[in-house]
């Protein structure tokens, strides 16, 4: 299958509120409510829900401050993955437990959704080869991730597998009870 990898921009809105609200939580609707919101999010369970977070999606894509890369086949977006400076997600940084070492430039790979009928066809390897590439060439010291421990289904495993990091040259630097905190070198 050919698939071409799109970095998102605000041109690409449309496609990314398409995915969303089209493709990916066949299995899981109840998940349908995050638009990869999540690690953004700094508010209440009672303000958590699917019309505040596609709104505050639309926000951050419009003022170019949400990153990631969609993958298409045949101009249809089939999967994404959210990628952004790691100071970016204020959640992220407290669930996680992260230390931050000062001048370090770290970017953080956060969610891989691929819709259920494009999995295990490699659409998460290449878009983890052209994070790489992108990034290369970037203000960066790391990227950095955090995929669970286990192998569980696919769409629980929603940060990437362990065994896909390893496989492009990340180490892991922290292991936790649920998940391990990966990183590799620009």
């Known amino acids: 299958m050919d698939f071409v990898i799109k970095p ?21 609707p109840d998940w349908s409510k995050c638009y990869c919101y999540s690690f953004h999010f700094t508010g209440t369970d009672e303000q958590w829900n699917k019309e505040d977070n596609r709104a505050a999606v639309i926000k951050l894509i419009k003022a170019d401050k949400m990153h990631g890369y969609l ?16 100071v970016n997600y204020e959640r992220l940084m407290s669930i996680y437990n ?34 790489i590439k992108d990034y290369s060439l970037r203000d960066y010291d790391y990227l950095e991730a955090y995929p669970a421990v286990c192998n569980s289904s696919c769409e629980k495993n929603y940060k990437g597998p362990l065994s896909l990091y390893k496989n492009h040259n990340f180490r892991v630097i922290k292991e936790c009870e649920n998940y391990s905190v990966v990183q590799r070198q620009l």
């Open 71 to 86: 993958a298409y086949h045949k101009d249809v977006p089939v999967a994404w993955c959210n990628v952004n400076d790691r």
């Open 98 to 131: 992260l230390d931050v070492t000062i001048g370090d430039k770290v970017c953080s790979i956060v969610c891989f959704l691929v819709s259920p009928e494009f999995r295990r066809k490699g659409i998460a390897k290449l878009i983890l080869e052209r994070i």
């Open 8 to 28: 998102l921009s605000p041109e690409l809105l449309d496609d990314y509120l398409f995915f969303f609200d089209n493709m990916v939580f066949t299995e899981h």
